[in-house]
């Protein structure tokens, strides 16, 4: 299938990727399972989620959200494709948005800049009707991803979310007490908090200032923020060292553990990840 760049209103057709055998098991499992999915009724064929029922597909797609500086999504895709998460035959889509967090990085507010990836992503979803979506989204690219399931999901529209190096949710920094404390100023950037949908996978590194201190020790933000090649995306070649759940969400923590948030529960690795 074609990858395209996609931003609100418009549509942009580029030419195949180069076929990844290693991945032409998974491609063909995928396509079996999504013809059969075509060939059974609406609700028979319904791929239930945690609160709520994703469409049956006869195809993937993959909707692809970069980080700050990343306002074509295409440096997310790349690693995606080549960390093996992305396979040859799937419908390939990357966001178009300003990626930006004015002043810091850009002029564009963070909020402006997440409300027009938000149009963007349902733009391209709206376009998709009846295939089995997965919305990627990197660190602001997480903020846009969870805010759009969350309105489609208020329309009875469900997808699938897989997050890396998300700042929200019960693990990411933004719950923490010291960046609590500095919510007056954060507000002012345009940062606001995007909670996870339920049924989204969050995975994170340890060691992400970004997205893993919500127990707010300053010693450990000081010094995550001086590593920040652990501001990541995660591959699916690694297996986790802890997993918790809260408010449906899954979270996967990699290169160690933390603390779990409180209301969060420790659970066994899901088979699926290890």
Known sequence: ???QIISAGETNNLSNFAEKSD???RLTLKKCVGALAVGLTAVGAGLFMSEGVAQASGYDVAIIVGGAGDGTSQGLEHELWNNGTLY???E???VNYPAQMGPIVGNVPTNQSVAMGISA??????AHSGADITLYGFSEGAFVTNGAAADLANQGIYVNVMNSGDGNGSAGILASPIAQSFKP???SLGIQETPP????VEKLDAN????SNAAGDIGKIINDGLNIQNHRVISPSEVPDEAFTENGVTYLVYDGTIPVPQGATLVPIPPEYR
């Open 1 to 3: 299938m074609p990858r």
């Open 23 to 25: 991945n032409e098991k």
């Open 88 to 90: 040859q035959g799937e």
């Open 92 to 94: 390939v889509i990357d």
């Open 121 to 126: 992503v349902e733009a391209s979803v709206y």
């Open 185 to 187: 100023i954060t507000d």
């Open 197 to 200: 949908v339920p049924g989204t």
């Open 208 to 211: 992400d200032v970004w997205a």
